[in-house]
């Protein structure tokens, strides 16, 4: 299959060694897949926040929504109601998902809406120069924390669990082939769907060296059993020899919203309708 031509007129303003040339490149063979397997392009919306990632969507020639910083979870759960049959997939930082846009994104996993959030997980403000986010390690030094940072990371699959999403799973900016097929399955999922993607950022916050030393590809794991994508995704406790799962932690079909909501929504026109016909045949 030739690829599609995904790109665009818009000059790429990514720093040279950024990862997310490597989340760009995976999205744009994921997309051109789809579409010969009979998804057309316009059924297909991407929404981005506030940051470096944010950028994404100016380098691919599909429709897209330019949200705000932390709002692009909720930006893509109205577009997934106002046309429940579109795939929508949001690109997200740690800082927009993790920080500003924490709330939002637990009430999505919760409410088992069918978005696709991929999160940039930089560890860092990249687009502000170089702040710390949730994710950043204790210690970690940046333009806010020049003594280092006093707290430890947040873990966000283990949130995400704790909050309902049913689907899970991790990649890394350098490894391209895990990144298209844990994307292609996050799109598929029916129901909320996160990839947290370990992404380099060369400028701020150059993981590449640890990243390489410390990742393993889950084998053999059972993504349907909850007890083992905890243990999993507890095993990387951020300390410096942790051992950094990748792959699929956890896929659950539970009913989604849109089902919930609109079955309801149906449900209560169909009754409307037996009331109106029965007024009228009364009257
Ligand atoms: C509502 C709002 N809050 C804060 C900002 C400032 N701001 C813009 S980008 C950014 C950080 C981006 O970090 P992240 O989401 O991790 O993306 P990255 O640049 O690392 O890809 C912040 C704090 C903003 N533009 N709007
Ligand atoms: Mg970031």
């Given at each position: 299959?030739?690829?599609?031509n995904?790109g665009?007129?818009?000059?790429?303003?990514?720093?040279?060694?950024?990862?997310?040339f490597?989340?760009?490149?995976?999205?744009?063979?994921?997309?051109s897949e789809?579409?010969?397997?009979?998804?057309?392009?316009?059924?297909i919306?991407?929404?981005?926040?506030?940051?470096?990632?944010?950028k994404?969507?100016?380098y691919l020639?599909?429709?897209?929504?330019?949200?705000?910083h932390?709002?692009?979870t909720p930006?893509a759960?109205?577009?997934?109601?106002?046309?429940?049959?579109?795939?929508?997939?949001g690109?997200?930082?740690d800082?927009?998902?993790?920080?500003?846009?924490?709330?939002?994104?637990?009430?999505a996993?919760?409410?088992?809406?069918?978005?696709?959030?991929?999160?940039?997980?930089?560890?860092?403000?990249?687009?502000t120069?170089?702040q710390y986010?949730?994710?950043?390690?204790?210690?970690f030094?940046?333009r806010?924390?020049?003594?280092?940072?006093?707290?430890?990371?947040l873990?966000?699959l283990?949130l995400?669990?704790?909050?309902?999403?049913?689907?899970?799973?991790?990649?890394?900016?350098h490894?391209?082939e895990?990144?298209?097929q844990?994307?292609?399955?996050?799109?598929?999922?029916?129901?909320?769907?996160?990839?947290?993607?370990?992404?380099?950022?060369?400028?701020?916050?150059?993981?590449?060296?640890?990243?390489?030393k410390?990742v393993?590809?889950?084998?053999?794991h059972d993504?349907?059993?909850?007890?083992?994508?905890?243990?999993?995704?507890?095993?990387w406790?951020?300390?410096?020899d942790?051992p950094?799962?990748?792959?699929?932690?956890?896929?659950?079909?539970?009913?989604?919203f849109?089902?919930n909501?609109?079955?309801?929504?149906?449900?209560?026109a169909?009754?409307?309708?037996?009331?109106?016909a029965?007024?009228k045949?009364?009257?």
């Open positions: 299959m030739s690829p599609l995904l665009t007129y818009a000059a790429n303003t990514w720093c040279p060694g950024c990862g997310n490597a989340i760009l490149n995976a999205i744009k063979t994921v997309l789809l579409n010969a397997e009979g998804v057309p392009l316009e059924n919306v991407l929404v981005s926040g506030i940051g470096c990632h944010a994404i969507v100016d020639n599909v429709n897209s929504f330019y949200s705000l932390g709002r692009v930006a759960e109205g577009i997934k109601l106002a046309k429940p049959g579109i795939k929508v997939i690109f997200a930082g800082g927009d998902a993790y920080g500003e846009g924490l709330e939002h994104l637990i009430f996993a919760k409410r088992n809406i069918d978005i696709t959030m991929i999160i940039h997980n930089n560890r860092v403000y990249g687009l120069t170089g986010t949730p994710t950043s390690p204790l210690g030094k940046g806010s924390t020049p003594g280092g940072t006093k707290e430890l990371p873990n966000p283990e995400m669990l704790a909050s309902g999403a049913s689907f899970l799973a991790r990649g890394t900016s490894g391209a895990l990144l298209k844990v994307f292609k399955a996050a799109i598929l999922h029916k129901g909320f769907s996160l990839v947290d993607v370990l992404q380099v950022c060369f400028t701020y916050f150059n993981m590449y060296e640890y990243y390489d410390h393993y590809e889950l084998k053999g993504p349907q059993d909850r007890q083992q994508a905890l243990s999993k995704i507890r095993e406790d951020y300390n410096a942790s950094i799962a990748l792959g699929v932690f956890y896929k659950k079909e539970i009913p989604t849109e089902q909501f609109l079955g309801r929504e149906k449900k209560a169909e009754t409307d309708a037996k009331i109106n029965f007024l045949a009364s009257s």
